[in-house]
């Protein structure tokens, strides 16, 4: 009885995670072929959603605040801060529906990275690397 209980766990695990890949895939790809980015001199590009009524958002602002101020950061990362109160259409635009929000564009400006909510600076900061930024 206990199996079967641990084993339904597991499958619901499984297909929730697959599921979240999934949309999250077919997001970044509807990103790239219908957005245009923002200027980021050639360079990769942070953006970062946010508000003024988010909870998370003063903790992700030190967090990526630490990244940008890490020999990652360092000049050859652009940041755009993105205040959706002020810019509804912007978030809109990038399919945003979670705060806060940041987005790891490349240097061609194509969305390599989504991550929805609070995104810790050592996940940030691996994410930087996959793009040739960082150690």
């Known amino acids: 009885m206990i199996w079967e209980r641990l084993l339904i766990i597991l499958i619901l695990g499984l297909v929730g995670t697959g599921a979240y890949t999934a949309v999250k895939q077919l997001h970044v790809r509807r990103l790239n072929r219908q957005i245009t980015p923002p200027s980021g001199g050639g360079r990769p590009t942070l953006l970062y959603f946010r ?20 020999e990652a950061g360092n000049g050859r990362v652009t940041l755009h801060t993105i205040n959706v109160d ?11 529906m979670t705060l806060p929000t940041t987005m790891l564009l490349d240097s061609a400006g194509q969305v390599r990275e989504i991550n929805y909510g609070l995104t810790p600076p050592h996940k940030l900061q691996q994410q930087l690397n996959t793009i040739g930024i960082g150690a």
Not at 51 to 68: D, F, G, H, I, K
Request: aromatic share 6%; glycine share 6%.
């Open 51 to 70: 508000s003024e009524t988010c909870a998370a958002c003063p903790t992700q602002a030190r967090y990526l605040a630490q990244v940008m101020g890490d």
């Open 86 to 96: 002020h810019e509804p259409d912007r978030a809109k635009e990038y399919g945003v």
